[in-house]
């Protein structure tokens, strides 16, 4: 490292403490609602159910406004709440009112699976559940109760049910792009290390289990490092990388965490480009000391487009979002939370058509969609449960002037090895 790098590099407890803060101010048992079967037909003729009545829709938000997703979940629901004030101001889902009912767990299970047992006999469908461990928990629940659930995580383990929807790729299939980004475009060849720190727990577990699929098939290696979800200060991990002369490292954990690992890494020498996955990045990052590393060094892989994208549809909605909600940064959680909201919107009004919003056939009329497409990113198809709903990942990277502090580096594409890789899989 020159002498210039030294003179202006963050100190790492400086850089701690800051990360710390950003963590804390970024807020703003099993179910007894039983089957979804059932339900009596309403004044109109259509069949009701659980959560439905002659006047309302009422759907259920399990999220994390107090815990290390808090900066996420404010976006998603706020964005979700748009959602259906737009569309009771157009009349409403089949002549019914939408309202949403949220449940914050803070990111800790047993919150969470005490409030599913809460909520989930009043409502028809959850638009909303964030968190890889939570969705885990209450998988059980939901297909039982058949409650057609979109989760804000995207564990490639949460695939397979019925009622439960990854909106998206999966959190391997975005490891594959990583993986092929450092190879295309950061110059890694075969023999090189790239370090992996990742969340214990399924999101971090499934995004390993991609990366280390397409490093083997690139000829690297893998240098894993796992974290907890309350780990701020990834000092221990960085030098661990730096030890191992790793040429790459990928992250898959909170925004915090990338904050921590890039700018730590940067003050200490590691200056080697870092892929994280989309929850790992927030605009908030681009006012903590870390900003000037994660310009540097930072790409994000997504599902979805950046907030700042020329995409119509997402014009209309940061727009909207904006106007709502001006204190509030424009985000990827903001994206994410309004597209799940007109994905189950469309599955509700195909439902009320077919005569029926019982929650069984609010699932049926879901997984008939095959180009499910919203305007705000890659097209859906719902249809087999066991796959990805999207194959194609963007590759964003920060800008501190740009909606989101991020823009699109590369539009969405398959990245090669993808469709490999789930065949290996579906083995």
Known sequence: MNRTQRRHRTPV????????????TATGCSSKAGGGGGGSEGADGVKAGPGVTDKTI?????????????????????????????????????????????????YDVQKAVTAYADLAPDVVALPQVVGSPVVAALLDDIERDRLLTFPQAWAASLLGKDAVQVV????????????????????????????????????????????????????????????????????????????????????????????????????????????????????????????????????VVSAVPAVSSDLPGVRRMAAAYGKKYPDSPVDAGTLSGYNAAQLLGADLKKACAAGSLSREDVVKAHR?????????????????????????????????????????VEDAHQAPGVTEYLADRAR
């Open 13 to 24: 407890p400086v850089l701690a403490a800051a990360l710390a803060a950003l963590l804390v």
């Open 58 to 106: 009422r759907l259920g938000a399990l999220t994390d406004l107090t815990g290390p997703y808090a900066t996420l979940g404010k976006s998603i629901v706020q964005a979700q709440q748009m959602w259906a004030d737009e569309t009771n101001a157009a009349g409403g889902v089949c002549g019914r009112k939408v309202e949403i009912v949220v449940k914050d767990h803070g």
């Open 168 to 299: 998206g790729t999966t959190y391997d299939v975005d490891m594959i792009a990583a993986v092929d980004l450092l190879t295309r475009t950061k110059g890694l060849a075969k023999g090189d290390s790239v370090g992996h720190v990742y969340f214990e727990g399924d999101y971090g577990a499934n995004a390993l289990e991609g990366s280390t699929w397409a490093a083997g098939r690139a000829g690297l290696t893998i240098v894993p490092q796992k974290i907890k979800a309350t780990d701020t200060d990834l000092s221990a991990q960085v030098s661990a990388l730096r030890k191992a002369g790793v040429k790459a490292v990928l992250i898959s954990a909170g925004p915090a965490q990338t904050a921590s690992l890039v700018g730590v890494a940067a003050s200490r020498g590691l200056r080697v480009p870092v892929v994280s996955s989309a929850p790992g990045f927030a605009p908030q990052l681009m006012k903590t000391p870390a900003a000037p590393a994660l310009l540097a060094m930072l790409n």
């Open 368 to 408: 008939s969609q095959k180009n499910a497409d919203t305007g705000l990113g890659s097209p859906q198809d719902f249809s087999d449960v066991a796959k990805p709903a999207a194959l194609s990942t963007y590759v964003l990277k920060p800008d501190a002037k740009a909606l989101g502090g991020v823009v699109v």
